[in-house]
């Protein structure tokens, strides 16, 4: 089982070496390659970390579909005419014991448990230097404390794994899941021990497609005002949060707001000044989400020609917008309508279908627009990076860090308004406090991270850390246990230890 470990890691990285261009590795042949002959070298090490990052990109889309497709952004029947198939379930909130949504924890114990054994083989191994160790450990460590923190907020309760396994099966733990408390003070302990390894390390590397210390100090910030809020943290928490921010931003002075809010998503942008860590794509290596973004947010360019581009005032041109999508989850056009025509980022994350009636341009449906790829043998190829933290979430988390503090968050708010209303920017029409809505801090915070964050899988997971009555106010939610998810029978069968969500 050592040696499929190992092979299985190996074949991972080789598929991601595509992505990043500059590594090279030298392998033996697969009968050779077993966990008492593998962690032999520094390159040896620096593709397995490689292979856990591959790994991770394939759980990019659960990621998405954890945290955002439950929330108030999709809804509507498709406008070119195909079936939801299923996953109007997500935004009705209608998940069961027989349509979970995810299954198999979304297949994340198969990387911890890599991550686990690249930790314990880090910590025993005498060929990397001091400076190469800390740094790998670093990455290992904020990885599994991210891993661990979305599984909390998605199942609560989540079985605690941190040694290696001898096998990729999560029923062959035969475990019974911790309590979110529990849950929680790995998440922090792993944090912790994340940002001692990094110790004044701030680079980044391939282009920041792999985990940093700025990455573990944002997720540091995101869990600590999750547990403020949702944990009994209050202000102590909150102050841990505005720190690790400030932490960023004082030791990696060339983060920074793009200019124009289209361009941090750009293919050609990849790795820009905004973006602290990213899952990378690449054009003929990795599409976006695996596939599953065009074969569930854009539509099909057979149709999509029928409707009118209502900017252009024609047609949309499907020679450009040749998109060979299949439409599940439609952007809702309440959504739509919720951004100002003077923000940049409602075309810049949505494009409106339209239908010419009576001389009038009708919005007939909406889909994702935030990425938007390349156009390469005649169609149209989604190889954006997904963003998992970028400069504006900083911003916005620091404001929101500081709301909680009694501090003054208008020059964060601020930032991010005057990028997204570009040349439209007027402080007395657009900025904070002036817009309506913007008494109430903590709420104008949670507006601007709907409109700067559609798309990026936020959502569902700010309005839980909100609460409850936010999570109701906004969505289908009606019950507790609608809060978090139901595990598979599958995954309930095979390890008895595992009890089913309540409610569920």
Known sequence: MKKLIILLIIAANLIFLGACNKMTLDLAPDSSITDGNFWKSPEQFNSFIIGIHSRFRTHAYNFFVMGELRSDIYGDSPFGGEATQGVERFWFNTLNSENVGISNYGGFYQNINQINLFISKTLSTSVLTSADKNYYLGQAYGLRAFYYFQMMKTWGKVIIQTVPSQSFDLNNLAKASSSTTDVMALVKKDIDSSTVHFSNDYTFKETKSLWSKAATLMLKSEAYLWSSKQMGGGVADATIAKAALTEVQTNIPTLSLMPNFKDVFAYAQKGNKEIIFAVRDQLNEYDLFGGNFAGTFLPQGSYLGNFYDSIAATKINTSVENLAGLLRAPVKINTFWRFSNADTRKLGTMKGAYNLIGGKYVLAGCYLYKYQGVNDGGSRKIVDDYPIYRYADLLLMLAEAKNILGEDPTTEINLVRQRAYGSNYSAAKYGFPNQTGDNIVADAILKERFFEFLGEGKRWYDLLRYGKN?????????????????????????NKLLIQTPGY
């Open 470 to 494: 936010y999570v109701v106010k906004y969505t289908t939610v009606t019950q507790d246990y609608q809060l978090l998810w139901p595990i598979d029978k599958t995954t309930l069968t095979n």
